[in-house]
């Protein structure tokens, strides 16, 4: 079993709809949780961070993270044909310097106009 | 923008050759940290650097090496490169969350 799973799709959705993506984890060290946008051929762009359980919102972003079972999503409110990316959730035992990400395998999304 | 600059943007090498790849961030940072991501998979850690000193390795093996220099910018170094090592190889500098634009290395 992979440290981190996460279903690469693709998933494709029409522009305004509420997208949904999770990873599940079996390491209960994991404290730090991130989800990354990625565009192709690019690197990974944070957009995300969050450290405790429950949701953090940003714009029409929401991470939530239950450690309980070991589950984190990310959900896209009024999705753009913009937010069509592979989006990749990583998480990480400490928040320190240089401390290693661990990754999925990135979802495909794609928003169709 | 992210403040981390990596160079070249894309190279081609061909198997059994040696690769030099360049990461360097606008502020000075004590770590460096690099990553490969192969096509269609998330980023595997290679390995950090702390204060010029290797602190942490993933599952690569010694082919992949490293250094950083006392003006904190890095290179890995890839000996005996092999068809399996082309990816995009990512540098992650300090303690924030993000990451260089990357070098696309393609081995023939």
């Known amino acids: 079993q992979k440290e981190v799973e996460q279903d690469p799709g693709p998933l494709s959705v029409p522009e305004g709809a509420i997208v949904s993506l999770n990873c599940t984890y079996s390491?209960?060290?994991?404290?730090?949780f991130m989800w990354y946008r990625q565009y192709s051929r690019k690197g990974p762009e944070l957009l995300m961070y969050?450290?405790?359980?429950g949701n953090k919102e940003d714009g029409r972003f929401t991470a939530q993270v239950d450690k309980s079972s070991k589950y984190i999503s990310l959900f896209i409110r009024d999705s753009q044909p913009s937010d069509s990316a592979t989006y990749l959730c990583a998480m990480s035992v400490e928040e320190q310097a240089g401390t290693a990400l661990i990754f999925g395998k990135g979802t495909t999304l794609s928003v169709s106009s | 923008e992210t403040g981390v600059t990596q160079s070249p943007t894309h190279l081609i090498k061909t198997r059994g050759q040696q690769v030099t790849l360049r990461c360097s961030s606008q502020?000075?940072?004590?770590?460096v940290s690099w990553y490969q991501q192969a096509l269609g998979q998330g980023p595997q850690f290679i390995f950090q650097?702390?204060?010029?000193?290797?602190?942490g390795r993933g599952n690569f093996p010694p082919r992949f090496s490293g250094l950083q220099f006392p003006n904190y910018s890095s290179e890995l170094n890839v000996n005996a490169l092999e068809l399996d090592d082309s990816a995009l190889y990512l540098c992650?500098?300090?303690?924030?969350?993000?990451f260089g634009p990357g070098t696309r290395l393609t081995v023939t």
């Open positions: 502020s000075g940072h004590n770590t």
């Open positions: 969050t450290y405790s359980s």
């Open positions: 390491n209960s060290a994991f404290q730090y």
């Open positions: 650097y702390y204060r010029e000193e290797e602190n």
């Open positions: 992650r500098a300090g303690d924030e969350q993000y």
